[in-house]
């Protein structure tokens, strides 16, 4: 960001920094250049939230940047060990909320955490997620549930799978910076990190970005074995009686091949349901 961007005078001919010196980030958030220079470092420990919203300002931080921020400053304060544990996210669903899914009977539905674990799914789901749950490097085994992520990195067929290839892989990265600073004591995100910078190199690069980004709604295209191509809708809502955890559904505009393809999918799903169910099942750590 260029002292132009943020409606300030660029002194100086020969800047040796292309975006905002310290001094000027600290002026326009109104704090002293040393105050800021020791939140640069990461010293947020008792930083107030109008000074985080000053410097969020400052840097015309969108949602998600903001979001990020005050997470951080949240995890640096004293006793964030302590609320980490006693908001722990559920491991399992309960019944009701798989009752709910599988009342959804014409549209992809499915729970996930903050990791991108899927831990409940619909029919729908499952069949449209069948290449997931079946995948060597990301479907669900004995100790752990399918994790759509893990598949976007470690598997090449997600390539063929995702047709925004390279919007997915970024968008999962950031998802995932953002679900660090948030819980940053999580020991299954840290090893889930850890995996994909071992094992993949497009993931250490889009994690070294430090991007983050919300996931809310928008369009998903996918290229299913079965029935081809599904340009989908998909709405993201965190479930407020499960803190942590969020409710990801997909649908069609009317009268579209997609709408025709998931009546397809739906078909084939019903043939094939007890294919489906136990490939979804065999993690220990969701109920369906």
Partial sequence: MTPQQAGLPAYGGNRRVKGMRREEVAMLAGVSVDYY????????????????????????LDEAEREHLYAL???????????????????????????????????????????????????????????????????????????????????????????DYDVIANDAAAMLRLEASRNPHDKRLIELVGELSTHSELFRQRWASQDVKLHRSGRKRLRHPVVGELDL?????????????????????????????????????ASHSDQLVSADTSSGDATH
């Fill in 37 to 60: 220079v020791r939140m640069e470092r990461g010293d947020l420990g008792g930083v107030s939230e109008g000074v985080l919203d000053s410097l969020a300002t400052a840097l015309q």
């Fill in 233 to 269: 809708n998909f709405e993201s809502m965190p479930l407020p009686s499960e803190p942590g955890l969020q409710l990801n559904v997909y649908t069609a505009d009317p009268n579209t091949p997609t709408a025709d393809g998931l009546k397809l999918l739906a078909s084939w799903a």
């Fill in 73 to 163: 400053a949240r995890a640096a304060g004293p006793g964030s060990a302590r609320r980490a544990r006693a908001g722990t996210v559920p491991k399992v669903v309960r019944p009701v909320i798989q009752q709910v899914l599988d009342a959804m009977t014409d549209a992809p539905a499915w729970v996930r955490n903050g990791r991108h674990d899927i831990l409940a799914m619909n029919a729908l789901a499952r069949a449209l997620y069948s290449p997931v749950l079946a995948s060597p490097v990301a479907g669900a085994t004995a100790t752990r549930p399918a994790n759509t992520t893990r598949y976007v990195y470690l598997d090449p067929a997600a390539h063929d799978f995702f047709l």
